[in-house]
């Protein structure tokens, strides 16, 4: 039988979420996280494949906002939910997906796609490069010490209602998005998704917490935690789960980190995921045991090349004419000139000789700045045709902050 690929029906959520979660392990959410993604899931950017009434894959995408180097906020497709049935692989079932979506972004005028992957080898195939990174680190609090900047003891620390104090957190949180490349704008509905906090889900640790950083009244900075209780023989060995720490300045968050590492009964702090370049590892007395490790956050894909390279802004001075090959997105093919600085930049099809050769696997990875081109073209990723235009690229493309994305979706 064919498979019919269409934009779902709100009436099919059910069904169509519920292949989603078999194919996740097929355990069903708790009623809480179901009525969220219920709430933001956009129908009509959402798709379903049908075996005649049997859902058998689904796709959605998020309308977002994504912060680029040079500040500016850029629409994108979050690309998100996405599935395919176990029964119904190797059918070009998700193949068919992807290809719809990226029609439908590129009509929509949206330059990129983002998303993050439970699996990232399979999204390499169609364009998306691994652009932004995450540290996660377990910080032995009863070796390690911290070292705070000038200014951390004027800020107010007080514990405040996870809930009650969401308005307030969500301003400090959007006063940071323009800050740093990768960070996603939140719409409304989405100021709810720090808040889910499924008792099935805490596997032993408290009710998620929330404590403030005040400075002269105002609130500059905010953690959300939980406490895992823990003993051994001789002493308490607890654990802090830390899910979302931001801060406006390095007092504000100094402060809260000092916190965290001295809470009472335990003896480590277990970090999720802080940006690559994150001040905290500056503060510890002993690097080697917080145990960093760096996994891939957001995967980008240039749906169009000239107005994305467009929409971000370049830390040096670049003229260069790329070769792009793109045979999933035909319309990407070919050379583009690329001028630009920290000001703005020009992205125009050229008929010019190439400087670099690279596939927009390559543009997405490098688009935020968390990955340089000179280490691409280590891994034969990129090639330097002119010399001197693989350095004189990689600089402007880079970022003097590290690309990151607080949450998933």
């Not at 009650?164 to 301003?171: I, M, Q, T």
């Not at 905290?280 to 090349?305: G, I, K, N, Y």
């Not at 107005?307 to 070919?334: H, I, K, S």
């Not at 000139?337 to 670099?356: E, H, N």
Request: proline share 6%; net charge negative.
């Amino acid at each position: 039988m064919t498979t019919e690929l269409r934009v779902l029906d709100p009436s099919e959520w059910d069904r169509w979420y519920g292949v989603l979660e078999l194919a996740f392990g097929g355990v069903p959410e708790s009623p809480e996280e179901r009525r969220l993604w219920r709430d933001l899931t956009e129908c009509d950017r959402s798709l379903g494949a049908w075996d005649g009434d049997l859902c058998v894959g689904t796709a959605g995408a998020f309308t977002f906002r994504v912060t680029v180097p040079g500040g500016a906020s850029v629409p994108a497709g979050g690309v998100t939910m996405v599935s395919v049935a176990g029964t119904h692989r190797r059918r070009g079932i998700l193949t068919s997906m992807m290809r719809r979506q990226l029609d439908d972004l590129r009509a929509a005028g949206e330059a990129l796609a983002v998303l993050t992957a439970s699996e990232p080898g399979i999204y390499g195939r169609f364009g998306y490069g691994a652009a932004a990174y995450g540290v996660r680190a377990t910080i032995d609090t009863a070796r390690v010490r911290l070292s705070v900047p000038e200014g951390t003891d004027d800020v107010v620390l007080r514990q405040a209602d996870l809930t009650g104090s969401s308005a307030v957190c969500e301003g400090v949180y959007a006063r940071l998005v323009p800050t740093r490349p990768g960070m996603t704008a939140r719409r409304p509905g989405w100021e709810r998704l720090p808040l889910i906090d499924p008792p099935g889900e805490r596997e032993g640790a408290s009710p998620r917490l929330c404590v403030l950083a005040e400075r002269g009244g105002e609130v500059v900075g905010y953690a959300h935690y939980a406490v895992r209780s823990d003993w051994s023989s001789t002493a308490a060995e607890g654990t802090v789960d830390v899910h979302q720490l931001m801060g406006l300045d390095p007092a504000a968050e100094a402060a809260l980190w000092r916190f965290l590492c001295s809470v009472d009964l335990t003896s480590e702090v277990r970090i999720r995921s802080r940006p690559v370049d994150d001040g905290w590892q500056h503060l510890v007395s002993d690097a080697r045991r917080c145990f960093p490790t760096v996994r891939d956050l957001l995967h980008v894909r240039l749906v169009e090349v000239g107005a994305a390279l467009e929409a971000r802004t370049y830390q040096a001075p670049v003229d260069v004419v790329l070769e792009v090959e793109d045979a999933f997105c035909p319309w990407n093919e070919g050379r583009w000139r690329l001028t630009g600085d920290r000001k703005g930049a020009s992205c125009t099809r050229t008929g010019d000789a190439p400087d670099l050769a690279l596939s927009v696997r390559e543009l997405g990875a490098a688009y935020l700045g968390g990955n340089s081109l000179v280490s691409l073209a280590g891994a034969g990723r990129v090639r330097e045709l002119r010399e001197g235009a693989l350095v004189e690229a990689s600089v402007a493309f880079g970022s003097p902050v590290a690309p990151w994305l607080p949450h998933g979706f």
